[in-house]
């Protein structure tokens, strides 16, 4: 089965992609062109290098509902970082800093958020529960995202084929990594808490190009409302990629659609790589029975002050910034109590009646292709 070789970038074939089951899906973050952020009042859209102060911070893991430590929490506590963030007071308040409870949802980047949802054909949930998704690299200071869902079950046309949209979310964006050399890793926070949303397609892509493809058709879709901000930085896309018998691997943060066909290329050589290297292991008697490993404490050779300790990294210390930091407990995501769930359906009658009218045309595809109920009658055409 795994006897196929991968050929150069040029000369790949969709038969060669389907010879070795290569899948991918996107996750495309893209900023809304709102006035304020989402959780503050705060200034949205305020680039800067410059920064008034500086906040020191260090994560620390907390114990899960179940009493347990999260395992990535626990390996990112090891690595000692020191985690400083750059502020600048007109952009950034105590919320950011995670100082105070947040502010109600900003209305009018949920509005924009169920436009988009409506667009991509989605429906639309009935009631927008906040949760919190963990963030364990420090880029944001809560130790976690506030996240929802907006519309979920869409679809976009694609060549012959509909491309399911496994959900649209709403949620708020991370700070902007200056550097991190040795322990310490520096952020700037202006575009810190800015509303953005989160479309998912499904795994539907077959090829590197169609992923490419299929990214580009979902740009234009949202900057067709012109509610979106564009430029370097404003979207970048999350790229999922696997082939037969190798697992789904994410390529984080891609920010340009002319880059994702090479590097998804990429990893699925090397998914299929490692494969065939596999089955030479088991034509060769090595099973995971007969494989044995040992490791060893090599640091313990060399003299204790070879590795200083560095100053304060044992002091234990009053990290008020993060006494709420939830986002290393052993969930993904967990309901925050910080804000009441909201009922879409008194946003979306607002947003349903800016919808283009090439969404009854979409409905009308998605009908002759017998994958969607007849659409409902007028020009702004959802489906509920």
Not at 330 to 342: Q, T
Request: hydrophobic share 35%.
């Amino acid at each position: 089965m795994y006897d196929f070789l991968f050929k150069p970038f040029s000369e790949m074939t969709d038969e060669d992609y389907a010879r070795v089951g290569f899948k991918s899906g996107l996750e495309i973050h893209q900023q809304l062109l709102t006035q304020k952020k989402l959780f503050c009042r705060c200034p949205a859209g305020r680039y800067s290098d410059q920064y008034n102060a500086e906040i020191l911070r260090a994560m620390r893991p907390t114990l899960s509902e179940l009493g347990e430590y999260d395992g990535t929490a626990l390996m990112e506590f090891k690595t000692k970082k020191e985690i400083v963030y750059r502020i600048n007071y007109e952009t950034v308040c105590t919320y950011e800093m995670d100082d105070t409870p947040p502010f109600e949802l900003n209305e009018e980047a949920l509005d924009i958020a169920l436009e988009i949802a409506m667009t991509y054909g989605c429906a639309m949930v009935d009631e927008i529960h906040i949760a919190r998704k963990q963030y364990l690299d420090g880029s944001i200071p809560t130790g976690f995202q506030r996240t929802t869902i907006a519309g979920v079950d869409g679809a976009i046309p694609y060549k012959d084929r509909m491309v399911d949209i496994i959900q649209l979310g709403l949620e708020e964006d991370a700070c902007r990594e200056i550097s991190d050399v040795g322990h310490r890793r520096v952020y700037i926070t202006d575009r810190l808490g800015m509303p953005l949303i989160e479309t998912v397609t499904g795994p539907d892509m077959r090829t590197p190009t169609e992923v490419a493809e299929v990214g580009d058709i979902c740009r234009r879709i949202v900057r067709s409302t012109g509610k979106v901000r564009t430029g370097i930085g404003a979207a970048r896309q999350d790229v999922n990629v696997s082939v037969t018998g190798g697992t789904r691997i994410e390529i984080k943060g891609t920010p340009r659609i002319p880059d994702i066909p090479l590097l998804t290329y990429n990893e699925a050589m090397r998914q299929w790589n490692l494969l065939r290297l596999r089955e030479e292991l088991k034509t060769r008697g090595i099973t995971a029975e007969t494989f044995s490993a040992r490791t060893e404490i090599v640091t313990t050779a060399a003299p204790q002050d070879a590795f200083p300790s560095r100053p304060g990294s044992d002091r234990e210390g009053d990290d008020r910034g993060l006494r709420r930091a939830r986002g290393l407990q052993g969930s993904v995501a967990l309901a925050d109590a910080d804000r009441h769930p909201l009922r879409a359906g008194d946003f979306g009658s607002r947003a349903r009646h800016r919808l283009p009218h090439r969404t009854a045309e979409h409905h009308q595809f998605r009908q002759s292709r017998g994958d969607a109920a007849p659409a409902p009658s007028g020009p702004h055409c959802a489906r509920r």
